[in-house]
């Protein structure tokens, strides 16, 4: 079962049309009052979503190594289509 954050990461990603956004965008959607105490969480969801493949995530014009957790800003990228629920 996916956590809600992966839910609301591949949503955003289907409603960018193939643009990127930033992991707190996520969760500013979610939780627009208290995001900050969830980055971590979006950070989680978003590495799990990348190892299986479903989303790109990059640092400028590289992509991340997929068994780290990245450090700085990073743009997440819809890979695959999802449908909207």
Do not use: H, N
Not at 3 to 27: H, N, Q, Y
Not at 52 to 67: A, H, N, W
């Amino acid at each position: 079962m996916e956590s809600i954050l992966a839910t609301a990461i591949l949503e955003m990603g289907r409603m960018s049309g193939g643009k990127s956004f930033c992991p707190s965008d996520v969760v500013k959607w979610i939780f627009p009052v208290d995001w900050k105490y969830f980055i971590a969480d979006v950070e989680e969801a978003m590495m799990q979503l990348y190892r299986e493949g479903r989303i790109s995530v990059r640092q400028g014009d590289l992509e991340i190594p997929k068994d780290r957790m990245p450090r700085g800003p990073v743009r997440i990228t819809l890979l695959t289509q999802t449908k909207s629920f």
